[in-house]
């Protein structure tokens, strides 16, 4: 059963991130403002639906590595730090052309995976699913799966760590941007839903600097950050069925950890002003 106790927004230890019972309009507001670094909504997925999430991966999913892109010289170089996947995500579609079998495989996985996840959660709908239906009633123009090329795209992939690689990743604070020849977006967020989280460590560092702006994406290219912008980290211990959305511009890295698993189902979600926000992964 979810806690309906009217959680205080202002218990939080950081004013920059908000703590809700729910989604609500204004926390919104102040994400996509800049007001806040992070929104958190505990027990957002149930243990029945992360229980059954969990236990399929350990059974039947097939894990690969989850890279992220960089742009070295105008060409996209895929870097793994410590991230598994199951599921398809648009970046391995990057630097491939039109028609490309990376982009064929890309929208022919996103359909197998939507079904295949649908019948895991059922008979609740998958975590992502119930976050754009919250979107729905709490924002004014919903949201949707983007279909920025035309078809749908996958929304809910899923991101495993375990402690032998959780460590790349630790010293690599990096930001997620769309490329701008795909679609223009005001901001980028992302959603992850922790199905499983480690004892210790496994945190969620996000970095108070302004998002990064589309030319200073392609100004820092490869994986190294400017350090004047890396100054200012807010730790964020994610909780077992916890959601927790930031802006994907900013720098963020996720902390190593010596035991245990860190599962989340993860889509980013694309904002611009008067639009339904836009999920894919
Ligand atoms: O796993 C996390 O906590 C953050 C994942 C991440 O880098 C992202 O959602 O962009
Ligand atoms: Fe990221």
Redesign the pocket.
């Known amino acids: 059963m979810m806690d309906h106790t009217a959680l205080n927004p202002t218990l939080s230890k950081s004013a920059k991130v908000i703590d809700l019972n729910y989604l609500d309009t204004s926390s919104l507001e102040k994400l996509i403002s800049g007001a806040v670094l992070a929104i958190r909504v505990p027990q957002f997925a149930s243990e029945k639906t992360s229980a059954q999430l969990s236990h399929t991966l350990d059974e039947t999913a097939t894990l690969e590595q989850y890279s992220h892109e960089t742009y070295e010289n105008g060409r996209v170089v895929q870097h793994f730090y410590g991230v598994h996947r199951w599921g398809t995500p648009f970046n391995s579609t990057y630097g491939k052309a039109a028609g490309s079998d990376a982009q064929h495989k890309y929208y022919a996985d996103a359909a197998h995976m939507r079904s295949v996840i649908d019948s895991i959660c059922a008979p609740e709908k998958p975590p992502i699913q119930l976050l754009m239906e919250q979107l729905q009633d709490i924002w004014p123009q919903g949201a949707v799966a983007a279909a920025f090329q035309g078809q749908p795209m996958f929304c809910g992939i899923i ?1 495993a760590m375990f402690p032998e690689t959780a460590h790349l990743s630790e010293k690599v604070p ?1 930001v ?1 941007c769309l490329p701008l020849s795909i679609a223009e977006l005001e901001h980028q967020f ?1 959603a ?1 839903i922790y199905i499983e989280t480690p004892p210790a460590g496994g945190e ?1 560092v996000i970095w108070d600097t302004e998002a990064f702006a589309y030319d200073e994406v392609k100004r820092f290219e490869g994986a190294q950050l400017p350090e004047h912008r890396l100054q200012k980290p807010l730790r964020i211990q ?1 909780r077992k069925n916890e959601l ?1 959305i930031i802006n ?1 511009r900013r720098p ?1 890295a ?1 902390c190593g950890f010596d035991s245990g698993k860190r599962i ?1 189902m ?1 889509s980013f979600i694309g904002y611009n002003a008067g639009e339904p926000f836009y999920f894919w992964c």
């Open positions: 991101r990096h997620d992302s992850n969620l994610p927790v994907t963020h996720i989340s993860q």
